[in-house]
């Protein structure tokens, strides 16, 4: 007997959520702090897919292009580690 399962409710990603976002950021990469804008700018999985993140609100954030690249997949801590910064708030 198959039984059916609902799919979890999908997190959508709209405009007022990225607003809201890119307010909290300051318009600043998550993790190396400078200035980015609409050409810089990437949305980043902060504990990534691959290490069983998942697109939801609190697991998103802005991330410049470079950093987004070389971070790959590492969580946020173990990047900011690797770079030799605070970890306090790396972890969410």
């Known amino acids: 007997m198959y039984h059916w399962r609902r ?3 999908k997190f959508e990603i709209d405009s007022d959520f990225l607003d809201r976002l890119w307010i909290a950021q300051g318009g600043r990469c998550a993790y190396c702090d400078v200035a980015i804008d609409d050409e810089t ?3 980043e999985h902060i504990r990534p897919l691959a290490r069983g993140g998942r697109t939801s609100e609190g697991n998103l954030c802005f991330a410049c292009a470079l950093c987004n690249e070389h971070k ?3 969580t946020r ?3 900011l ?5 605070d970890t ?4 969410r």
């Open 72 to 74: 790959g997949a590492m």
């Open 88 to 91: 306090q708030r790396s972890e």
């Open 77 to 79: 801590g173990e990047w």
């Open 41 to 43: 700018l990437v949305l």
């Open 81 to 85: 580690r690797s770079l030799g910064r």
């Open 7 to 9: 799919s979890p409710r």
